[in-house]
Nanobody, 119 residues
Framework: QVQLVESGGGLVQAGGSLRLSCAAAGNFFSINAMGWYRQAPGLQRELVATITDDNRSNYADSVKGRFTISRDNAKNTVYLQMNSLKPEDTSVYYC?????????????WGQGTQVTVSS
């Protein structure tokens, strides 16, 4: 069974920083793209950032220049460094990964971690 285990959320003041981590655990062959999404109450889940297995990244316009996505393939982990946080960044953040367990890639989601930015 494959799991994505997230950590690093919390409460921070506007202008502060947080670093999220998400590690893939279980039995699998490889991981392709990884990413972070977020969902605020009453809103749809939206893409924050993605990164390919060869480190090509993509960001939502709302976080460009403030957030940085990275990954450590040896640890099967993806990170999201969030700087200059704003109250509108408050949301539940979910990691996502395309993981191969034997019959092509399937999409997996983490359990979500709350990020709250106070003004």
């Amino acid at each position: 069974q494959v799991q994505l285990v997230e950590s690093g959320g919390g409460l921070v003041q506007a202008g502060g920083s947080l670093r999220l981590s998400c590690a893939a655990a279980g039995n699998f062959f490889s991981i392709n793209a990884m990413g972070w999404y977020r969902q605020a109450p009453g809103l749809q889940r939206e893409l924050v950032a993605t990164i390919t297995d060869d480190n090509r990244s993509n960001y939502a316009d709302s976080v460009k220049g403030r957030f940085t996505i990275s990954r450590d393939n040896a640890k099967n982990t993806v990170y999201l460094q969030m700087n200059s946080l704003k109250p509108e960044d408050t949301s539940v953040y979910y990691c996502n990964a395309d993981i191969e367990i034997g019959l092509g890639y399937d999409k997996y989601w983490g359990q979500g971690t709350q990020v709250t930015v106070s003004s």
